[in-house]
């Protein structure tokens, strides 16, 4: 299991040696592991918590507070962003709308662990 951390470090490797990640507009990708509501609410909040520590490392105090208190903007803008552009694509537009209540669950539950690892939470 890849955590998001794992990614930005790997993402933070790669910008030292001149190279880049870049999107592949026509791939597709699944996740295939399987996971009841409170599993993958605890995965989202876990990895957000790890995310939000690593950027509160590489930040001062002050800044780590003023995300701390945009994370609601965060989820909206995580919302947004993910509805976008999935309406732009055009592809899966009904399935992303009765996806939406889960989808700001989870992202809430990303933004609370970050939140969380922002601040300072530990366990």
Request: hydrophobic share 40%.
């Amino acid at each position: 299991d890849v955590c998001s951390s794992d990614l930005t470090t790997i993402n933070r490797r790669l910008r030292t040696r001149g190279q880049t990640l870049r999107m592949e507009p026509g791939l597709h990708v699944w996740h295939t592991q399987s996971y009841d509501l409170a599993g993958f609410s605890r995965q989202r909040f876990r990895h957000g918590r790890l995310f939000g520590s690593e950027r509160r490392a590489a930040m001062g105090s002050g800044a780590a507070l003023v995300r701390v208190c945009l994370a609601p903007v965060s989820l909206a803008a995580m919302v947004a962003r993910s509805s976008r552009h999935v309406m732009t694509k055009g592809r899966y537009r009904q399935p992303m709308l009765l996806a939406l209540p889960l989808t700001i669950w989870f992202y809430g539950c990303w933004i609370a662990g970050e939140t969380a690892g922002l601040a300072g939470a530990r366990g």
